[in-house]
């Protein structure tokens, strides 16, 4: 089975801490338990290998025993939290869901059969494999959601490997690449698993001076609102080695800041895709957003500045859309890089970067300079269509605090106009009250000027 070596973790790290929910901790002993319990009641419930099983849950003892219970039996599983919002049935039809288990706030679960026999063909190939699957969607900020089916069997193979003993804080979501890879991380390596109640700054760091927490993978837009909401200065977050950031551009202003403030802290920029899993990954230094990203089981080039990414973990293909890799295996990724030798930097989603006049602009670094500006606590670049230059900057923001906005808007032209060309100036500028960024925290780019 795909998961033997990952039992035999748990089984090594019995007495160990394996997770800590809502105050209270659960050893490795419960969780192997408790997997025996689901496996048991999988069967009663006719949840035979090949189901595909809807899991809607966040990071609880129940969710993370029941996953491993799932792919230990071969069934096709489906992650799903409150994050999808609207598109919750849209996702359970294009996953041909046959079976559904929710887990409530109280980590107490309900399982209903659906009345479906999926039929997809990829579904089909997975069965007579008798492999685990797991299929994981796209935000679908820019179009439809994309349902990208994995073999578990793959995906587990670089968790092989060992790596280091942390406790690791489970910010990234469980129906997300990257909230994936950070339970198997820190299971595969009998380290505890530290869930929180919300994502709020507060939550989170309080609960990383609570439980000595040593690892917190997430995102720039949220290390950006632990800055703005100077949360760091009101808990103790000396046992906090390493931070990890990915899933969207990172302002330097903003990396450049954190380390200042945190200088014994490793930043590690991290890179992955929910087509291909995540990518190993070396910052050049901890302030630079240079990085080398590639590792076991994972190929790079660089096509036209665009990154291509060929995996041994890579999907077995969408269920909703035709397939993006090329014959021999290569994903074009849609993300412009500069290269220096080994290490790249990323300047963004070619989709996103704004067309003025000829000139390429890259989101990411116009926000980076506003991000400097006095009283700015977020803020997105996006283009709009000008029957002139065939593009215009513009800039959505909210403020920290109250400022007459006419006068913001003028005082943040003049500060982007000492600092950048002139076509790169946000000729718009919007003031918002609501947040910019999405319940995975990422920025939300389509907006309609």
Not at 211 to 239: H, M, W
Not at 260 to 283: A, D, H, M, N
Request: proline share 3%.
């Amino acid at each position: 089975m795909s998961v033997d070596f990952l039992l035999r973790t748990l089984r090594d790290h019995a007495d160990q801490d394996a997770v800590i929910w809502q105050d209270n901790t659960y050893s490795y002993r419960w969780l192997l338990d408790r997997i025996d319990y689901w496996r048991i009641a999988l069967r009663q419930n006719e949840i035979a290998a090949g189901t595909v099983v809807i899991l809607e849950a966040d990071f609880s003892p129940n969710a993370i025993a029941l996953f491993l219970a799932l792919v230990e039996s071969a069934c096709i599983l489906v992650p799903l939290t409150p994050a999808v919002g609207a598109k919750r049935d849209e996702f359970v039809q294009i996953a041909e869901g046959e079976a559904c288990i929710t887990l409530d706030e109280h980590d107490h679960a309900d399982i209903t059969r659906l009345g479906r026999v999926a039929s997809h063909d990829l579904l089909a190939k997975l069965r007579l494999l008798n492999h685990a699957g797991l299929i994981l969607f796209s935000s679908g900020s820019t179009g439809q959601s994309k349902a990208a089916l994995h073999d578990m069997v793959f995906l587990l193979e670089k968790f092989k490997v060992p790596r280091h003993r942390l406790r690791t804080i489970s910010f990234l979501l469980y129906d997300h690449i990257g909230g994936i890879n950070t339970m198997l991380y820190t299971l595969c390596n009998g380290g505890c698993l530290v869930t929180v109640r919300d994502r709020s700054p507060d939550s989170v760091l309080s609960t990383i001076d609570t439980y000595r927490v040593e690892l917190l993978p997430t995102s720039p837009t949220f290390i950006n609102l632990i800055l703005i909401s100077e949360a760091y200065k009101r808990y103790q977050l000396d046992s906090l080695q390493t931070l990890t950031y990915g899933t969207e551009p990172m302002p330097e202003s903003t990396l450049r800041r954190f380390h200042q403030l945190f200088p014994r802290i490793r930043l590690v920029q991290t890179y992955g895709l929910s087509e291909v899993g995540i990518l190993r990954s070396k910052s050049k230094s901890a302030d630079s957003l240079w990085v080398k990203v590639g590792g076991e089981g994972f190929e790079t080039r660089v096509i036209d500045g665009i990154l291509h990414v060929r995996a041994m973990s890579a999907m077995l293909g969408y269920l909703n859309a035709p397939s993006p890799f090329t014959e021999d295996g290569w994903m074009n990724t849609g993300d412009r890089v500069e290269v220096d030798g080994e290490y790249v930097r990323f300047l963004g989603r070619q989709s996103e970067i704004i067309n003025v006049g000829g000139e390429k602009v890259y989101p990411a670094e116009v926000e980076s300079v506003i991000q400097e500006l006095d009283n700015v606590a977020e803020v997105t670049v996006f283009g709009e269509k000008n029957p002139i230059t065939g593009n215009i900057v513009c800039s959505v923001v909210t403020l920290a605090r109250d400022e007459d906005h006419r006068s913001f808007v003028k005082r943040l032209k003049k500060f982007c106009g000492e600092r950048l060309q002139n076509y790169k100036v946000p000729v718009k500028v919007f003031i918002s009250n609501e947040e910019l960024h999405s319940a995975r925290f990422k920025k939300v780019r389509n907006f309609d000027a």
